[in-house]
């Protein structure tokens, strides 16, 4: 098992450039969430699915899209990169109720 | 989700049992407590959780007092490996807040040498 696979680890994009940070389990895991972390802080839920097929809104969505057309992978879309979205990025997994999550190693994103 | 208290910082030297405390006063009875831990830079890991009885695994015990509004993890033997921010959460474990875990400051625990 791969676990939880966060592609790419490292990202800089212009202000106003779109982007997808990929996420993918291979753990059969049914809920999915993406979390950002700044400086200091701690982490802000974004999006969440329970299934395929099933998204909805964390803490701060604003500016990031998401989709689950399977199982196994959660990609974020960032729709205009802006500087206020540069942070690292945290892709998570759990199988059931009662379980733990599984996080991915992260994507640090800078926005110029 | 319930709130919970945490100390922004705490110390323990390397060998000892590092216990690090969480306030939850206004759980309710089918909130669980989970903790994590973040090591810097990386993403955060599973240490334990409980509803009601104490438990414990490989990485930790979890205590849970008998009104539930506080609980303490308990590192037996500290390493400095064990350097991390430390997170309790409380959660109801149902329907869609199954995919939804919200995250506060946490406990930075320094193991010193």
């Known amino acids: 098992n791969a676990g939880v696979t966060q592609t790419p680890k490292f990202q800089v994009l212009k202000t106003g450039q779109s982007m997808t940070l990929q996420c993918a389990q291979d753990?059969?895991?049914?809920?999915m969430s993406w979390y950002r972390q700044d400086p200091g802080m701690g982490l802000r839920l974004i999006h969440y699915?329970?299934?395929?097929?099933?998204?909805d809104q964390g803490e701060v969505p604003n500016g990031y899209n998401v989709s689950r057309s399977t199982t196994e992978d959660f990609p974020l879309r960032l729709l205009s990169a802006a500087p206020s979205q540069t942070s690292v990025y945290f892709c998570?997994?759990?199988?059931?109720?009662?379980?733990?999550?599984?996080f991915g190693s992260g994507t640090r994103l800078t926005v110029v | 989700d319930a709130k919970t208290t945490q100390p922004t910082s705490m110390d323990c030297a390397e060998g000892r049992a590092a216990n690090l405390p969480c306030n939850h006063s206004?759980?309710?009875?089918?909130?669980?407590v989970y903790w994590y831990r973040q090591i810097h830079s990386q993403g955060p890991q599973y240490i334990i959780h409980?509803?009601?009885n104490n438990e414990t695994n490989e990485m930790a015990s979890l205590i849970i007092t008998e009104d539930r509004k506080s609980s303490t993890l308990i590192l037996p033997h500290a390493t400095l490996r064990d350097t991390a921010v430390y997170y309790c959460?409380?959660?109801?474990?149902?329907?869609?807040?199954?995919?939804?875990?919200?995250f506060g400051r946490g406990t930075q625990l320094t193991v010193w040498p």
């Open positions: 753990m059969n895991h049914e809920y």
């Open positions: 409980g509803l009601k």
């Open positions: 959460i409380v959660r109801v474990d149902r329907g869609s807040t199954l995919g939804r875990l919200y």
């Open positions: 206004t759980i309710s009875g089918n909130e669980y």
């Open positions: 699915s329970v299934g395929a097929g099933i998204t």
């Open positions: 998570a997994s759990r199988a059931t109720a009662g379980a733990g999550y599984t």
